[in-house]
């Protein structure tokens, strides 16, 4: 063999063996795994800054000259008890937002990206919007919650459903309309993402560099999003009319093993909470459950609506003739854990998990419930959140979603995304975070990971939520609340987006979307008393 065949022989040689050692160093080395994911991981994100960069921009607004629009604040001044003899007054509404042409155009079944996308094929149970007004009676005005299920709406759209009912909340002094979703991975696309994605992005690119902002297309039907805008403003307005007098009743519970965290450090809320409202006038109860778990059982291939295990909960309340609305809590990892069922009736496995978590609802005694005094009190703000995540850059520019970006010069990437956070507090025990995401249940309850754990080997400073709030008062939190900005983390474990555990990053308004909306909160209960 000559010699001069031999020197590309021994570059790849010694290339393969590198190549080796790297790879079980990847194996048994953490810091070294650690550090080359996050190199990777911050490669691939500065490419996909670059075309974000390239792409023509929508017309985003300016941070500097933003103005506020049907945002509610809530209550100007907060009670601390009833008014003597005051009573609750709660009404209830639901609508079905299924479709009626669902067989003669195509619908996208949102939660999972998949090409070709999912397109709806039939329905297994409802998708709706079910809310309740409440009012304590004091004369500060009534308080709205709607829950929508789908895998999100964003804070632009809410704000489109609060337009509709201006006239009507001030009328009728409605103080603070909250809007948030299941987070069910297997109802129509009511975000984006979902649809046909090459086709979308040629077409968008093309619109935008035009100035056709009309003619940007996604996953969202305009006509589906027109008669959820239409019917959950309906809804709204007859849980108002048909506000009865009666009593609300409080339990917390953990007595159930329903859920498990997929995500290190592995913090989960363990409580299921219920509300109660018991009409004087002996109609229908209306049940409310509180809890975190993500309905994603149908799978990443499914074609076929539901509401997940949410509609099977449902469907056993109903039975006991009450109403039903659920609230999903800090969920970000945390999956259904289904060692809880305790009949098997031949249906699917999500379909029993709900049915399961519908019968232990009602089977809760009255003994374990807490009369909740007669008074509600809520406070929003607005705030700012980073856009340091070019992949949601990305998607905001192409179109993809509609969440609200404006410039701000003051953040590297040029952007932040406009959202809002919440505090309410029902009786004098049960507190609301309203969270604008999927929050990482360890920012609620404590358990974050510390300097030596964490992936960036930094502390995270804040402490627990719960520990927020006023002593004696225990806190529960409603996700993906008046907006949906993917996975809140603790900055200190925001990862690399190719690293074990770490895929919620990539779905992420950024690394700092954690701390803007943990110190938001605790600025705002702060500034309450």
Sequence with gaps: MKKCSLIPFAVLAAAAGAGAAVGRKLKTDKVFRRDFDDAVGKGILAAIGKIADKLPEPNFGDVSNYQSRNFYPGHSEFASSGKRGSRWRLGYARRSLVPDDYNQKDYYIAGYLSYPPNIMSGVIDDQAVRVICLDDSSGRGSVVFAVIDCVGISGTDIRRIRERLADFAKENNIVSINISSIHCHSAIDTQGLWGDLPKMLKNNVKATKDGRYDDIISGRDPEFMENLFEKTADAIKEAFDSMQRGKLTYVRTDAIDFARDKRPPYVWDKDIVRLR???????????????????????????LLSSDYIASMEQEINKAGKNFIFFQGAELAIAQQRDCITEHDGSEGWQEYGKTLG???????????????????????????????????????????????????????????????????????????????????????????????????????????????????????????????GYILPDNDYGSVIAKDHYEEAVSAGKRAGSTITKAFGELVKSLR
Excluded: Q
């Excluded at 232990?360 to 607005?382: G, H, K, Q, Y």
């Design 277 to 303: 409202f018991i009409p004087d006038n002996g109609s229908e109860e209306t049940v409310a459950a509180f809890m975190a778990a993500h309905p994603t059982a149908l799978g990443a291939k499914n074609t």
């Design 359 to 485: 019968r232990f609802l009602l089977s809760i005694p009255e003994e374990d419930e807490r009369r909740v005094a007669t008074f509600i009190n809520i406070r929003n703000r607005e705030i700012f959140i980073p856009a340091d995540n070019p992949i949601l850059i990305a998607a905001a520019k192409a179109g993809l979603v509609d969440n609200t970006v404006l410039h701000d010069p003051s953040e590297k990437s040029g952007y932040c995304f406009v959202s809002e956070v919440g505090y309410a507090e029902i009786g004098k025990e049960l507190s609301l975070a309203l969270i604008p995401g999927e929050l990482a249940p360890e920012i609620l309850l404590g358990g974050a990971y510390g300097a030596d754990e964490s992936f960036n080997r930094t502390a995270w400073e804040y402490p627990p939520m719960r520990d927020m709030i006023p002593e004696g008062r225990e806190l529960s939190v409603i996700g993906l609340c008046n907006d949906a900005m």
